[in-house]
């Protein structure tokens, strides 16, 4: 008998079965009859079968198993179960949240209805069809609880560590660029403060993320006020001690708006003999000071009818400051109003109109990866009662991110939205989600997971679906499998100025079969300052 599957986006697939089916043809709204063909019956069944619209997950799978970032985190967490009781491990738990997050379902409460998903099942190397289902939203809500202020500090060290070891070779030059964002909250969420400036309740989280790449640093949850220097500088300076030790001889500049140009990021910077180029923001003394430049750019306007733009720069120390820095202004006259703007640096070495125009404005590039991780992502769905539930929720989105900035080609302007893994509603009757996916240019069609000819599904010694195996994918050829750079931290592993091996040698013997060493596996024994201040 031939039957024929009917997918909304995959059209038709036909598939022989010798079997008699009884539970298709029980009902005639499901099944239709044809004539037959060759002796053979003919139907058309429109129940799909088992389908999945989540099939990017696969891809995830693919993605972690070269990165090994979720690997990291669980070493990270210290697992304080009972394990007599314990049906989900913390690889599952957060492999399951971390991918559903990408496929576009950011709840907890998604977990529900997506436990015995194929696509999801399969990614978390669970059998399609016969393995047990997933974890659901109670179990869910009691990880995000349970982690403690040394797990999430040992999971912000998780994230910069894998970020030094995404990179083949230590890289000459680097750009930190730092920035906060609004994330309303509307419940009684700890630490929610009311903030002025966007005239609401929220948290202000901090993004670090690399400049050139848009690989992420490190993510962090901040109460719903405007950060002071000494938080900031505290936040760049556990970076910045990584950072130095492992790459020595790389050239690192700091880039950032104008709440984080203060006396303690300049000293930091200064101390650690590297770059910074910083919005500053305006004054009476500035304007003053840059006075001239702009009557001289009203001048030239008010001759050309055109926008005008001129650069200048001279010294300039604040009441705070220890000493003159180096002010940057910008005289502008845009439809014949002036546009003045100040950037404060320590970069001698190049012209102003190009350390603002190519260098300081480049940083708009970190405004579309915080709107990828933000907007698409879905990170402000912080809706914990626990400050410290909701930082493990965006270090849960953070994971996300890296994973699918892997799956983004190098030196693409693609968005996340462009190459995120959301289902596609239309395919999924049973998804709750039909705003945020239904106009995604890059949503996966639905993929039949049908175990191969000849295996029986009650068979659990024969595979059920031909896609690698996680071992599989870390041992295949080495140009997917991407050597982990060494990394020393704390002194406890080999440090990138003794010798190393030949480098062809070295990345024909070293596989992501290796563990994340030097960090993590003595960092649950060390103590610990505090990860984050509380304080406004």
């Keep these: 008998m031939y039957k024929w599957l009917f997918s909304p986006t995959l059209g038709v697939k036909a598939t022989n079965s010798h079997k008699k089916e009884d539970t298709a043809m029980e009902s005639s709204q499901k099944t239709l009859h044809f004539a037959s063909v060759s002796g053979r019956k003919v139907e058309a069944d429109f129940d799909g079968g088992a389908t999945t619209s989540d099939a990017g997950a696969l891809l995830l799978r693919q993605a ?60 978390c190397d669970r059998l399609p069809l016969s393995g047990a289902d997933l974890a659901s939203q109670p179990t869910m809500s009691r990880l995000e609880n349970s982690v403690s202020r040394s797990d999430l500090y040992r999971i912000g060290m998780a994230l910069l560590e894998g970020f030094i070891e995404s990179y083949d070779e230590p890289p000459k030059k680097i750009i930190l660029d730092i920035d906060d964002t609004d994330d309303i909250t ?15 309740y929220c948290y ?46 790389t050239h690192i500049c700091l880039r950032g708006d104008s709440h984080f140009s203060t006396p303690e990021v300049h000293d930091l910077c200064d101390g650690y003999g590297i770059d910074f180029i910083l919005g500053q923001a305006s004054n009476k003394t500035l304007k003053r000071l840059g006075a001239p430049l702009m009557d001289q750019a009203e ?6 009818e055109k926008p005008v733009r001129l650069f200048s720069h001279f010294d300039y120390k604040a009441g705070s400051w220890r000493r003159e820095r180096r002010v ?76 699918l900035r892997d799956q983004t080609p190098r030196h693409a302007r693609h968005t996340m939205g462009q190459v995120q893994l959301r289902h ?99 960092m649950k024994s060390a103590p610990f300052g505090r990860f984050m201040n509380y304080s406004g």
């Design 204 to 249: 202000m989280p901090v993004h670090l993320y690399e400049g050139h790449t848009g690989k992420l640093i490190t993510t962090l949850l901040r109460p719903g006020c405007r950060m002071r220097g000494a938080q900031a500088a505290a936040i760049l300076k556990r970076v910045l001690d990584h950072l130095i030790m492992v790459w020595p001889q």
């Design 328 to 403: 940057i202004h910008k005289a502008e006259i845009t439809q014949g109003k002036p546009n003045p703007r100040f950037v404060v640096t320590n970069i001698g070495n190049r012209t102003d109109s190009f350390l603002y125009e190519k260098l300081y404005c480049a940083r708009g590039r970190m405004e579309g990866f915080i709107k990828d991780h933000k907007t698409f992502l879905h990170s402000d769905r912080t809706s914990c009662h626990r400050f410290g539930a909701n930082q493990f929720r965006l270090f849960l989105h953070s994971l996300a991110y890296v994973l």
């Design 186 to 200: 509307h419940g009684a969420q700890q630490l929610s403060l009311f903030n002025g400036y966007h005239d609401d």
């Design 299 to 304: 001048a030239l306007a008010e001759k050309t």
């Design 64 to 123: 972690e198993a070269r990165i090994g970032i979720i690997d990291r985190v669980v070493m990270a967490l210290s697992d304080r179960r009972h394990q007599s009781y314990v049906d989900h491990t913390h690889t599952d738990l957060i492999r399951q949240r971390v991918f559903q997050i990408a496929c576009g379902y950011e709840d907890a409460n998604d977990s529900n209805d997506l436990r015995s998903d194929p696509g999801l099942k399969t990614a």
């Design 424 to 522: 596609d509603p239309t395919a999924c009757p049973q998804s709750r989600r039909q705003s945020a996916g239904a106009s995604h240019q890059g949503a996966l069609s639905p993929a039949h997971l049908v175990p191969p000819q000849g295996s029986d599904e009650d068979d659990r010694d024969q595979p059920r679906h031909r896609l690698m195996n996680r071992d599989d994918a870390r041992t295949t050829s080495n140009k997917t499998a991407r050597p982990r750079a060494p990394v020393c931290l704390y002194g406890r592993c080999t440090h990138p100025t003794q010798p190393q091996p030949d480098s062809a040698q070295h990345k024909t013997t070293k596989t992501l079969d290796r563990k994340p060493q030097s960090l993590l596996q003595h």
